[in-house]
């Protein structure tokens, strides 16, 4: 079947459309975003969206404007789910990169080295704890 022929609901976006639905943001410009997770409220009708921009790096700028451009993500989103209702979306920054990286820091630490060479040298008790 030709691409002219399809129903529109099999046909991709054209060019035009493609143009028109870019997000222009000069925050966001040049900038790959992970999402890692997203949150349904019960009833679909919101969702916290958790991001994280590649490197880190200026994440509140980011997060802010994606939720500057919420309403068109949402509408994008729309056009390519099944679901009643398009849940309204809420951004936030995904700060479990950053917390697993703070607890790597500390397992990696002297003080840590120090404790566990310590515990290993300890004498220990009959039944072996």
């Not at 079947?1 to 099999?10: V, Y």
């Not at 975003?33 to 679909?44: A, F, L, W, Y």
């Not at 880190?56 to 404007?65: R, S």
């Amino acid at each position: 079947m030709s691409r002219h022929n399809a129903p529109s609901s099999q046909r991709g976006p054209s060019q035009r459309q493609l143009r028109v639905g870019e997000i222009r943001d000069p925050d966001l410009e040049g900038v790959s975003v992970t999402v890692t997770q997203v949150k349904p409220s019960p009833d679909m009708r919101h969702a916290t969206v958790f991001v994280e921009p590649l490197g880190g790096k200026n994440a509140d700028t980011i997060v802010n404007a994606l939720n500057r451009h919420r309403g068109f993500l949402r509408g994008e989103l729309g056009r390519t789910i099944e679901l009643k209702f398009t849940p309204e979306l809420r951004f936030v920054e995904d700060t479990s990169f950053a917390e697993a990286e703070r607890i790597e820091k500390i397992l990696q630490s002297e003080k840590v080295a120090r404790d566990l060479q310590a515990q290993s040298e300890a004498p220990k008790d009959d039944d072996g704890a």
